[in-house]
């Protein structure tokens, strides 16, 4: 009996080695990034309970219950903000265009929701796409990708795919090709923008001239330091994820593999671990005391050394995709500043590429 046993525990750890073979990326964390000078204003405080509140609507709840909770809170997040643009229903694909007074129909952004591919909406996302209109004098289409646990993970992957590709040929007002071309996302949407970018590569499409991800997932094996030294400092995900850190990593790879049927190592779903070579400019925005940040920074680190150009700003002390309490949070005004320049920058240096070929 003894002898089954330990056959068994051979096999279990021999496969999960086979199956889960991990590069160390350790060697990522000795860059340093500068985090922004300050120290969180009064604001933050409001944000924090409403943070809370969003804690407190799936209190008590299991289960279906607790994630139809989640995503009815979730979508009242902009309710009571003062937005400027004309939000239109999609169909095929399904979203929602958000279109700002004098944008240009021709500037296009593809925005993909966070909320850890099981809640979210454009709906709940509008105060960050109405700013990014705004902006950009862009037309921001909010995709409606499938959410888990109904659909799989695959199937959300392929509704931003199909977005993009339908983006680049189609505006509000109907066919009508794209001139400028932007991917963004926040968290799991973050995740999926990253690797969007390397799948239209791969694929041969026309790239997007930029990417812009909000705290963005980078690799779901968990390993990056702050994924537990940052639990008790991340008032959102610290309470939702937390208790993973208590669970061996190998655990949870297996689990992983089994909710996305995709493994966690995969570059579509931890696009950390993919071929990060020849991608768009690309600004990642991220807190230093979320549990995500060092996601970030080793995406920005190993971006870079594939010769990606890639920028990284880290704010202090602000909550995980705190861009969403925007015109509430100045940190969050500060945030759309950098991504306006940050754009602007992007269109300049290709406006002079183009002269340079002329």
Known sequence: MLWIILAIIVFIIAATLLLFRLEDLSHLDQ????????????????????IRELGRSSKGLRGKARLMALRKHMDKLSEG???ASEFRHCES???????APDCDSRRRILYIHGGAWAAGSPRS????????????????FAVDYRLMPENRFMDGVRDCRDAYTWLLKHGPEGTEPADFMVVAGDSAGGSHTLSLIAWIRDTGLRQADAAIAFSPSTDL????????????????????????????????????????????????????RGDLRDLPPTLIQASDTEMLLDNARRYAARAKAAGSPVTLRTWPGMVHVWQI?????PEAEEAFEDV???????????????????
């Open 31 to 50: 860059d340093d990034y500068p985090v922004r000078d300050g120290k969180p204003s009064d604001a933050h405080r409001e944000v924090l309970g409403r």
């Open 221 to 272: 094996t968990l390993t990056a330091p702050s994924n537990r030294a940052n639990i008790g400092t991340d008032p959102l995900l610290g309470p939702a994820f937390g208790g993973l850190s208590k669970i061996p990593l190998p655990v949870i790879w297996w689990v992983t593999l089994a909710a996305f049927r995709v493994s966690p190592t995969s570059p579509v779903a931890s696009p950390l």
């Open 81 to 83: 903000i003062e937005l």
């Open 340 to 358: 306006r320049l940050f754009l602007e920058q992007v269109e300049s240096e290709g406006n002079t590429q183009q002269a340079a070929q002329t």
């Open 93 to 99: 694909p399904r979203g929602e265009w958000v279109i």
């Open 125 to 140: 996302h509008r105060a960050i796409t109405d700013r990014l209109s705004q902006i950009t004098r862009a037309a921001v």
């Open 325 to 329: 309490f925007v015109p509430l949070l």
